[in-house]
């Protein structure tokens, strides 16, 4: 029997393939998702021994025009739908959600994934999982550091499974609960914010350098991807709370019209989330502890090289946030005869990187982990046999900048003109990165290298660049 290819184009924009013989994948986004299927269109093909129908369905919010047929019960498992990104994993298997599970993923490609990315299957149960702990009324959780509203979110066993940091409760945002910055931005507007940073795209920063790192292989940031959820503990405005209270009490005075025409509960806030790692301490801890003991030598060089992979990170994508407080170790003593499973390191707080510009006004914003130990010695063979070739690469770093592009066009807010400068200092900080690991100099050399930009030549059509180096640097120096 010849093979159905369908494509499912959801929300008008974004397309997914998956192999059927009947219409099930439609009638099931429908039944989970509240939108109705109609035929798009149905072009034909021709050639080989078997002939291939590739229907598209656009999904939208419009009412069927005809009655569903009966669709399976909730017990029966669905293959997963992907758009078949070149690096997708073996096919995965997911049980239906239920209707009210409305969750928008956005993949390496910067495609709106719904309701799976075949790349990443585990990445949406867990999104799931914490969708349904909402349901059942375990909470997120608003962590009272840091300078924007963010959130544990928890599982259904309650246990925290990831950190889910809104759009709209960045610092620059307008529902951000912390007051104290607030206060800042009204009473000391020109001590706000970072002038070398894009507005209210943290959380895009944060899926970046997420995706940077799948990228380059890294393996040093907890994966991160772009959401929407809804809880009743993020901080909305009281017309959202008034008109989601109106529409509950609507749906269950009359479930039999309203409730099917309505859908009840809290607008849901698109954010970045972010897997949460267990047994993590703040890296602060762990450099005093080893300071004080040293580790096994083997167990020193293997955190050498995890130490000097957050370098390449943090310095490919300018991150103006680097602590010693958001970056984290995990050590367990009681393994150190294989090292690596001994000790961990995981980049967490991303969501100041990706400038514009390098810092040119008051504040330098430095690296602070050029100031360790481990900043002193040169990048070791390992590293270079990891991300030399990588970044040499002018395809490969193509492809990186084309794929930030794709997710980070996303945000309503996007600007083509700024996201060039961004990739100009990207491609700049490249360029020093790619020296420094040829000449062996170490994380302390490659920050006090001159520091430039790299833009494309618009006359050129991208085939040649122009080179500028910084003339401007900030007043401070070492804050």
Known sequence: MATNQRSFRLCGHTTYEADTTTEEQAEFFYEVYGHSARRYRTPSSSGGSSKVKETTYVISNEEPSSPRRKLPSQSTVYSDVSNTPTNASSTGRVT?????????????????????????????????????????????????????????VRSRDNLTVGVFKPKNEEPYGHLNPKWTKWMQKMCFPCCFGRSCLIANQGYMSEAGASLVDRKLGLNIVPNTRVVALASETFNYTAIDKAKAKSVKFATERFPDTLGKKMKAGLPPKIGSFQVFVNGYKDADYWVRRFQEEAPPEPVRKHFQHLFEKLVCLDYIIRNTDRGNDNWLIKYDKYKVETPEECIFVAA???????????????????????????????????????????????????????????????????????????????????????????????????????????????????????????DKYPFFSSC
């Not at 100041?352 to 900043?375: C, G, I, Q, S, T």
């Not at 030399?388 to 794709?406: G, T």
Request: aromatic share 12%; glycine share 4%; hydrophobic share 35%.
């Open 96 to 152: 239906p959600a239920t209707a009210t599970e409305q969750h928008r993923l956005l993949t390496d490609e910067g495609e709106a994934n719904l309701p799976l990315s075949s790349d990443d299957p585990e990445f949406y149960k867990l999104v799931v999982e914490a969708e349904r702990a909402i349901e059942e009324g375990i909470l997120p959780e608003r962590i009272y550091q840091g300078s924007s509203g963010s959130y544990f």
């Open 348 to 470: 967490i707080d991303n969501g100041l990187a990706f400038p514009f510009k390098h810092p040119d006004e008051w504040r330098a914003y430095p690296y602070y982990w050029a100031w360790l130990p481990y900043a002193n010695h040169p990048f070791s063979e390992k590293t270079k046999e990891l991300l030399l070739s990588k970044l040499k690469d002018l395809n490969l770093v193509r492809e990186l900048l084309e794929d930030l592009h794709k997710l980070f066009k996303h945000d309503k807010g996007f600007d083509k003109s700024l996201f060039d400068r961004q990739a100009s200092v990207m491609r700049g900080q490249i360029l020093n990165l790619c020296q420094a690991l040829e000449m062996g100099l170490s994380p302390l050399q490659l920050v006090q290298m001159p520091l430039l930009r790299i833009e494309c030549d618009s006359r050129s059509k991208g085939s040649s660049f122009i080179q500028q180096f910084q």
